[in-house]
């Protein structure tokens, strides 16, 4: 089965914080991505990458970067962390540009 | 960009119950996902469609690409099928999904 894990599954963080939100998966995929999920707006797409130092902006990419030095890990960075950057964050990563395997999630309070 | 809308926003329905799920998009698609997210957050990929029906367990999906729409059914409900049920497509030629808002299912027993 494949396993996409996150680093936590509840973050909490003060205004101007850096914040680092990991991402790994076991399966040699190829495409990465990072989604927020919020109340009334679903899932929407900040950034994927389809090869390690790739990188392709979503649909929300203002205020984030991400990182892929390695294939199997997929990192998603918050320069300086916001409050209308509390959302639920999803890891996801597939072979193919089909089927998408998530991670559990993690929950990202900032204060 | 394709817009996703998904009905019912919520459902609320009695163990047994036969219960549909709506999706509808505006472009053309390569595929469409349905998904399935628990209280908690993860999420579990149910079916991915391009055309036609698929079917597992008391699930089934079914797509229409000239109407772009799709359905998700589910027979026999149970409690433990309560959960948010999320379409997802991905639009010919582009990269990422763009999601429906979800379906807030709860089936009371």
């Known amino acids: 089965d494949v396993k996409v894990t996150q680093s936590s599954r509840y973050l909490v963080k003060r205004t101007g914080e850096k914040v680092f939100l990991e991402c790994v998966q076991d399966m040699d995929h190829e495409n990465m991505f990072w989604y927020r999920q919020d109340p009334g707006l679903g899932l929407r797409l900040i950034y994927f990458?389809?090869?390690?130092?790739?990188?392709e902006k979503g649909d929300i990419p203002e205020g984030y970067s991400v990182s892929r030095e390695k294939k199997e890990r997929f990192s998603l960075i918050l320069e300086s962390a916001s409050t209308n950057q509390t959302s639920m964050y999803l890891c996801?990563?597939?072979?193919?540009?089909?089927?998408?395997?998530f991670g559990p999630g993690t929950r990202l309070t900032v204060l | 960009k394709n817009e996703v809308e998904q009905s019912p926003q919520n459902l609320t329905a009695q163990e047994g119950e036969f219960i549909t799920i709506n999706c509808s998009y505006s472009?053309?698609?390569?595929?469409l996902h349905w998904l399935q997210q628990h209280p908690g957050g993860g999420i579990v990929s149910l079916f991915m469609?391009?055309?036609g029906k698929k079917k597992h367990g008391r699930l089934i999906a079914t797509i229409n690409i000239q109407e772009k729409h799709s359905s998700l059914h589910i027979t026999a409900s149970h409690p433990r099928d309560s959960a948010v049920y999320i379409c997802?497509?991905?639009?010919?030629?582009?990269?990422?999904?763009?999601f429906g808002k979800g379906t807030h299912l709860i089936i009371q027993p």
């Open positions: 990458s389809y090869d390690v130092k790739m990188k």
């Open positions: 472009v053309g698609i390569s595929a």
């Open positions: 469609l391009s055309s």
């Open positions: 997802a497509v991905r639009s010919r030629g582009a990269d990422g999904l763009t």
């Open positions: 996801a990563s597939s072979l193919s540009l089909f089927e998408q395997f």
